[in-house]
């Protein structure tokens, strides 16, 4: 049994995800103190029981400087090992798409190339300022936030690459279609296709290591300013006060505590990890991305014989794709993302208050940058040089 906590802190963070540990992680570099309350550590990096298989965030890029410092790289996921859903109903691995429509291919690789390095600026920025002021602060990343996607893809005339590999793109990675995005969560979510990703196992011993306070478990139900500090409120240990509240829950939640505007709409799915017998022709490939409106998914393969299988339902036919099933373990995400929409939210919502997480930007590395970055503007109040010291 831990000992009473001392009511009054210097920091609280509130969510224990990606983005709340990355700031935890920073304040515990420069020896700041903090508290954590969270219900449970990882957000949505979940694994299965055995701690073999995702099933949550299922990849990390190798662009992903922060966060690859904390994980265990598994295989790479290639674009060759993935089948493809046309709206037909067939599935290819076939990459005629790009002969057939060479100049397409042609003018997407190299918009791409000019999205990753802005992206890759964009990123460097935002550990000294907020997402939102990093966007702003450059016209073309701007646009392109606010931008639909189907406006984008037509104005550049990539209609047909769009059709063969972005869509089912989004369906089975972001869960949602086309022309619920806008151009620039697009783009993001586009990245693996040039750059390399890899499923992974989260090293949360390593992220955590040396934190002086074991997190509480507890869930947060209100935050209301008190004159210089912030009044917290559990719901199973009673209140506490700190000078500086850093919020890092699902966005939804954060809107309810902060008393957000707009946020961007959630997409909710349902993972389940299946032994069984998987039917061709899905049985012939690591990786299979569905069609639009597709009620599937995506399929995934597992090393150890298991099938990762995602759906918009409850009860999916599992008898449409495998010969033989049994359901080892059923996740529902509720939300799995916010992808939907443009809304660009500010992560200094009040003096020593703070929103962080991927509610602007939907990535495990954006995620973290912005937990160091709240944790930066929380050093800035102590001593400059070790606020803007770089980051390991």
């Known amino acids: 049994m831990r000992s009473p906590l001392p009511p009054r802190h210097e ?52 662009d992903y400087r922060h966060v690859n410092r904390f994980v265990d790289r598994g295989r790479r996921m290639r674009r060759r090992d993935a089948l493809r859903g046309n709206h037909n109903g067939s599935f290819t691995r076939s990459d005629s798409p790009v002969l057939l429509h060479l100049p397409q ?154 008393d957000l505007g707009p946020v961007k709409s959630p997409i909710h799915s349902h993972t389940f990890l299946v032994r069984g017998n998987l039917r061709p022709p899905w049985s012939r490939a690591a990786y299979s991305l569905f069609p639009e409106a597709d009620p599937t998914l995506a399929i995934a393969r597992q090393a150890d014989g298991s099938t990762l299988f995602c ?5 999916p036919d599992f008898g449409e794709y495998f010969d033989t099933w049994q359901v080892v373990e059923h996740q529902y995400w509720n939300p799995a993302f916010h992808l939907e929409g443009d809304a660009l939210l500010e992560c200094e919502q009040g003096p020593g208050l703070y929103l962080i997480g991927d509610h602007n930007v939907c990535s495990l590395e954006d995620a973290y940058i912005t937990g160091v970055y709240a944790a930066n503007r929380i050093l800035s109040g102590f001593d400059v040089s070790t606020a803007t010291s770089p980051d390991p």
């Open 11 to 62: 920091t609280v963070i509130i969510g224990g995800g990606i983005a709340g540990l990355a700031c935890g992680r920073r304040l515990q570099d420069r020896q700041r103190p903090f508290l954590l309350i969270t219900e449970t550590i990882g957000g949505r990096i979940r694994s299965s029981a055995d701690g073999t298989v995702n099933l949550g965030a299922y990849y990390v890029r190798s």
């Open 105 to 258: 291919a042609v003018r997407f690789l190299r918009l791409m190339s000019k999205f990753r390095r802005r992206y890759e600026t964009f990123r460097q920025d935002c550990l000294q300022m907020s997402q939102a002021e990093a966007i702003r602060a450059d016209r073309l990343l701007f646009d392109l936030y606010h931008e639909p996607a189907p406006r984008f893809i037509q104005r550049h005339r990539i209609e047909d690459i769009a059709r063969s590999y972005l869509t089912p793109l989004a369906q089975g990675t972001g869960f949602t279609s086309l022309d619920r995005l806008t151009a620039f969560t697009m783009l993001v979510g586009a990245l693996p296709m040039i750059v390399p990703m890899f499923e992974f196992t989260f090293r949360f011993d390593l992220l955590m290591a040396d934190f002086e306070e074991p997190p509480l478990f507890d869930s947060v139900i209100e935050v209301t300013p008190a004159g210089s500090h912030y009044v917290i409120t559990t719901r199973a240990n009673g209140t506490f006060t700190a000078d500086n509240v850093v919020v890092a829950t699902p966005i939804g939640v954060s809107a309810t505590l902060l």
């Open 311 to 315: 759906s918009v339902h409850e009860h």
